[in-house]
């Protein structure tokens, strides 16, 4: 294929805000844009979002793409012709999508389906990880709980049996809580406190049990803040665990401030220690991660990193140390269903997407549509 259209504009995500479009020999891919950011992730764009839609508009460079690691191509033009030192530095969001949207005219062109332009092989598919209470930085309540989301990890043998268990679940939370609010992901809002959320949680069918702490939200001056209660970084630790031990969580993501990795590896490895902030999807963080013992598993989100090929090195590099994967939504999302092939494709062994809302919806609906002609092959 060799790419003959570039165009690119402005388009509003979920919660109406900014992000880009790309379209490449008419195929459309868009970027999601986060809400709550670490401080090690790739800029979303090189100097401003007008900077990359000058430079991808103007492309006229006719390169021929006929396979994923062709982007290397694609990395090498753009690093040259902007004077980058590398091509993240072009932008996370400008550069996912671009490439995306190449991936996608291949595949067109080819007449395949996403995923098997980026793997051919691959049969894998990911369980999902649904947000259903929100917390922290999501929640527009008053009194809320520190937490920034509470997850659920449906057990099933099909994806869609996990995705409808996921549903259902929903809406038997919100009958409990009485929220008539969601939050920016589509999850409840409530004015209940971290430890009454995961009480609840655990008389859920079905499923298991994850938060999203994000404590780097309310981590200051070296201490974790819980309103008027304000722990330590030992008094963290030892809470943390205690919820482990009291309420069975299987799933915890960012437990500790984000630039502590010996913090990390002290909570309980009794089911997934996950790293979001602290990792950022950068292969750098990663490898430190795994050498000091932090994690056993790491969210993954494209736009983090900007680079499909390094998120490919991330992905071989997590399955080949032992580290479960994450492929990660945003809170601001799109309608942009490729989450779900490039989980696929890569071998995640979660999905994050959310359950609830139209911009979460299609990233499930396109993996059980994966899986359905997966199955009938």
Same mark, same amino acid.
């Given at each position: 294929m060799i790419i003959?259209?570039?165009?690119?504009?402005?388009?509003?995500?979920?919660?109406?805000e900014?992000t880009?479009e790309?379209s490449?020999n008419?195929?459309?891919?868009?970027?999601?844009?986060?809400?709550?950011?670490?401080k090690?992730?790739?800029?979303p764009?090189?100097k401003?979002i007008?900077?990359?839609?000058?430079?991808?508009?103007s492309?006229n460079?006719l &390169?021929e793409? /006929? +396979?994923?690691?062709?982007? $290397? #191509? %694609?990395? =090498?033009?753009?690093v *040259?012709?902007a004077?980058?030192?590398?091509?993240?530095?072009?932008?996370?969001?400008?550069?996912?999508?671009?490439?995306?949207?190449i991936?996608k005219?291949?595949?067109?062109?080819e007449?395949?389906?996403?995923w098997?332009?980026?793997n051919?092989?691959?049969?894998k598919f990911p369980t999902?990880v649904?947000?259903?209470i929100?917390?922290g930085?999501?929640?527009?309540n008053k009194d809320r709980?520190?937490?920034?989301?509470?997850l659920?990890i449906?057990e099933?043998?099909?994806?869609k049996k996990?995705f409808? &268990?996921?549903? /259902? +679940?929903h809406?038997?939370i $919100? #009958? %409990?809580? =009485?929220s008539?609010? *969601?939050?920016d992901?589509?999850?409840?809002e409530?004015?209940?406190y971290?430890e009454?959320?995961?009480?609840i949680?655990?008389g859920i069918?079905?499923v298991?049990?994850g938060i999203d702490?994000?404590?780097?939200?309310?981590?200051?001056?070296?201490?974790?803040?819980?309103?008027?209660?304000?722990?330590s970084?030992r008094?963290?630790?030892d809470?943390i665990?205690?919820l482990?031990?009291k309420?069975?969580?299987f799933?915890?993501?960012d437990?500790?401030?984000?630039?502590d990795?010996?913090g990390?590896?002290?909570?309980?490895?009794?089911?997934?220690?996950?790293g979001?902030d602290?990792?950022?999807s950068h292969?750098?963080?990663?490898?430190?991660a795994l050498?000091?013992?932090?994690?056993n598993?790491?969210?993954?989100?494209?736009n983090?990193n900007?680079?499909?090929l390094?998120?490919?090195e991330?992905?071989?590099f997590c399955k080949?140390?032992g580290?479960?994967?994450?492929?990660?939504?945003?809170?601001?999302e799109?309608?942009?269903?490729?989450?779900a092939?490039y989980?696929?494709?890569?071998?995640?062994?979660?999905?994050?997407?959310?359950?609830s809302?139209k911009?979460?919806?299609s990233?499930?609906k396109?993996?059980?549509e994966i899986?359905?002609?997966?199955?009938?092959?």
């Amino acid at each position: 294929m060799i790419i003959k259209s570039v165009k690119a504009w402005a388009i509003k995500d979920s919660r109406n805000e900014t992000t880009i479009e790309v379209s490449v020999n008419g195929c459309k891919a868009s970027s999601p844009s986060g809400k709550s950011t670490g401080k090690y992730e790739s800029k979303p764009y090189h100097k401003n979002i007008e900077w990359n839609l000058k430079f991808l508009n103007s492309w006229n460079e006719l &390169i021929e793409v /006929s +396979a994923f690691d062709d982007l $290397k #191509k %694609i990395e =090498k033009f753009i690093v *040259k012709k902007a004077g980058l030192k590398d091509a993240k530095e072009f932008g996370a969001n400008a550069l996912f999508a671009f490439e995306s949207a190449i991936l996608k005219a291949l595949a067109k062109e080819e007449r395949k389906e996403l995923w098997q332009v980026v793997n051919e092989k691959a049969k894998k598919f990911p369980t999902p990880v649904g947000n259903v209470i929100g917390g922290g930085l999501h929640s527009s309540n008053k009194d809320r709980p520190e937490f920034q989301e509470f997850l659920l990890i449906p057990e099933g043998k099909t994806f869609k049996k996990k995705f409808k &268990i996921m549903q /259902s +679940a929903h809406k038997e939370i $919100k #009958k %409990i809580i =009485k929220s008539k609010k *969601k939050n920016d992901e589509g999850a409840w809002e409530t004015s209940l406190y971290n430890e009454q959320v995961l009480g609840i949680l655990e008389g859920i069918d079905d499923v298991q049990i994850g938060i999203d702490v994000a404590s780097s939200s309310f981590f200051k001056n070296g201490k974790y803040s819980y309103g008027k209660r304000v722990l330590s970084r030992r008094h963290q630790i030892d809470y943390i665990n205690s919820l482990i031990e009291k309420f069975g969580v299987f799933y915890l993501e960012d437990p500790l401030d984000e630039e502590d990795f010996s913090g990390f590896s002290m909570v309980k490895k009794e089911g997934l220690v996950v790293g979001d902030d602290l990792t950022a999807s950068h292969l750098s963080r990663t490898k430190k991660a795994l050498k000091m013992k932090s994690i056993n598993a790491m969210i993954i989100k494209p736009n983090q990193n900007g680079s499909l090929l390094e998120i490919s090195e991330l992905f071989k590099f997590c399955k080949k140390n032992g580290v479960k994967t994450v492929m990660s939504h945003r809170s601001g999302e799109t309608m942009d269903n490729a989450l779900a092939d490039y989980a696929f494709a890569f071998g995640a062994d979660f999905i994050k997407t959310g359950v609830s809302t139209k911009w979460r919806e299609s990233k499930l609906k396109r993996m059980c549509e994966i899986e359905r002609k997966v199955s009938n092959k």
